[in-house]
């Protein structure tokens, strides 16, 4: 007997929340010094303070925004264009992530 059953598409949809432009302004603000600790090691369990602040607030900002482990960081993507060397996949990865920037940064635009 046929069913009348329809898929539903559970994908978590990004949403740019107030929480996230907050994530996303601490993430800016840190990430310079995460840089600069990059290539050292920062405390007795390799990570000082201001990193750990980093990392926590960017895993927090990628879960909100729905960017996948294997995707760039959403402070590296700077350009819209993808580098060349991407495969197709993590082009459009790439492309999503810099939307998701351009409207942070709007919001954060917006709130000053």
């Given at each position: 007997m046929p069913t009348k059953r329809r898929r539903i598409d559970r994908r978590r949809k990004a949403q740019?929340?107030?929480?996230?432009?907050?994530?996303?302004?601490?993430?800016?603000?840190?990430?310079?010094?995460?840089?600069?600790?990059?290539?050292?090691?920062?405390?007795?369990?390799?990570?000082?303070?201001?990193?750990?602040?980093?990392l926590d607030a960017k895993l927090k900002l990628n879960d909100l925004l729905g960017i996948e482990p294997w995707m760039r960081d959403i402070e590296e993507v700077d350009t819209a264009e993808?580098?060349?060397?991407?495969?197709?996949?993590?082009?459009?990865?790439?492309r999503r992530t810099w939307q998701l920037r351009c409207a942070l940064e709007a919001e954060v635009e917006r709130a000053r």
């Open positions: 740019v929340t107030r929480e996230a432009v907050a994530l996303f302004v601490q993430c800016e603000a840190l990430y310079p010094i995460r840089n600069a600790h990059f290539m050292r090691e920062c405390g007795s369990d390799g990570r000082c303070g201001e990193c750990q602040a980093y993808p580098p060349g060397d991407l495969d197709p996949l993590r082009a459009k990865a790439w």
